[in-house]
T-cell receptor, first 111, second 113 residues
């Protein structure tokens, strides 16, 4: 069964304090791994797609990496506006394109 | 439209009533998905449309849930005989094609009292 587990569930950082969020997955043939950001009361907002182990993508203070079993979202020198829930999802080659999500990591960055 | 639009934003209904939730996807996107998100959890897949047909409805929890997309654009999620356990945020997403990123609407918060 395809499964995604994110850790930690919640993370509190001081502004400028870098850290990483983890996404561990099991999937029957990975088509893509997706990172989304979700603000309270809003739908998930797309951040990155990673397709193969060793791939990395960056956007401002965020960098996503992928191995065969997990993905990391590295946050460098975070700012309060980075506070949100970060969701990881996988898409298997064998299915209809549906995303299997983890439960998310809620990040709070204090000034 | 510029993004995925969902209406209403909030819906409060009494237990046992029927509700309809609407999704207007990004123009030209052939793939449309419905997800359900409970508090503190990630979105959970419900149903997938490719064009007008439901290509995968394996996530629908029971036969009280039904969805249509008659013209291949707007979709409606229908819930009969609502129960308090149906309370959640219902999210719609559309994709330009298989393997591309999904764009989500802001969701409909359904509360069954």
């Amino acid at each position: 069964e395809d499964q995604v587990t994110q850790s930690p569930e919640a993370l509190r950082l001081q502004e400028g304090e870098s850290s990483s969020l983890n996404c561990s997955y099991t999937v029957s043939g990975l088509r893509g791994l997706f990172w989304y950001r979700q603000d309270p009361g809003k739908g998930p907002e797309f951040l990155f797609t990673l397709y193969s182990a060793g791939e990395e993508k960056e956007k401002e203070r965020l960098k996503a990496t992928l191995t065969k079993k997990e993905s990391f979202l590295h946050i460098t020198a975070p700012k309060p506006e980075d506070s949100a829930t970060y969701l990881c999802a996988v898409q298997a080659r064998s299915n209809t394109g549906k995303l299997i999500f983890g439960q998310g990591t809620t990040l709070q960055v204090k000034p | 439209g510029a993004g995925v639009s969902q209406t209403p934003s909030n819906k409060v209904t009494e237990k046992g009533k029927y509700v309809e939730l609407r999704c207007d996807p990004i123009s030209g996107h052939t793939a449309l998905y419905w997800y359900r998100q409970s508090l503190g959890q990630g979105p959970e897949f419900l149903i997938y449309f490719q064009g007008t047909g439901a290509a995968d409805d394996s996530g629908l929890p029971n036969d009280r849930f039904f969805a249509v997309r008659p013209e291949g654009s707007v979709s409606t999620l229908k819930i009969q005989r609502t129960e308090r356990g149906d309370s959640a945020v219902y999210l719609c997403a559309s994709m330009a094609g298989y393997g591309t990123e999904a764009f989500f609407g802001q969701g409909t918060r359904l509360t069954v009292v």
